[in-house]
């Protein structure tokens, strides 16, 4: 699921960057059958142009266990998944936040689905 374009201007070039998202189960890392499907995309949407970065960033929601180890689980499955369908391993970057940057707010200790993701971004 495409998320939106954000173009960038930096000094004499500008760059534009496509994000996309792939959401867990809760206290889990394994992908599903819609996971593949947003990587595929992403993928395609990459390697239809010369990417210059792929950065994938795994989150957690606050109920989670291991927030930090969780996010750069889930971050490090979507890149194997990109790596997969041709994205070159060289240009992908992991980062987790654990539950420091959640889509959705809750109480300390709820569980929210949305938090629950990893963002592809894709950057030309």
Excluded: C, W
């Excluded at 994000?19 to 947003?38: G, I, M, T």
């Amino acid at each position: 699921m495409a998320t939106g374009v954000l173009a960038m201007a930096t000094g004499a070039h500008a760059t534009a960057t496509q994000a996309f998202l792939v959401y867990f189960e809760f206290d889990s890392a394994a992908r599903d059958a819609k996971a593949f499907d947003v990587a595929a995309e992403a993928a395609a949407y990459a390697l239809a142009g010369k990417p210059t970065r792929v950065r994938i960033t795994g989150h957690a929601d606050a109920a989670e266990p291991n927030a930090f180890d969780l996010s750069m689980t889930r971050a490090k499955a979507v890149a194997d998944m990109l790596i997969q369908r041709g994205i070159p391993a060289s240009i992908i970057f992991v980062e987790g936040k654990a539950a420091t940057q959640p889509a959705v707010l809750k109480p300390s200790g709820v569980a929210e689905r949305l938090n629950r993701r990893a963002e592809i971004d894709v950057a030309f």
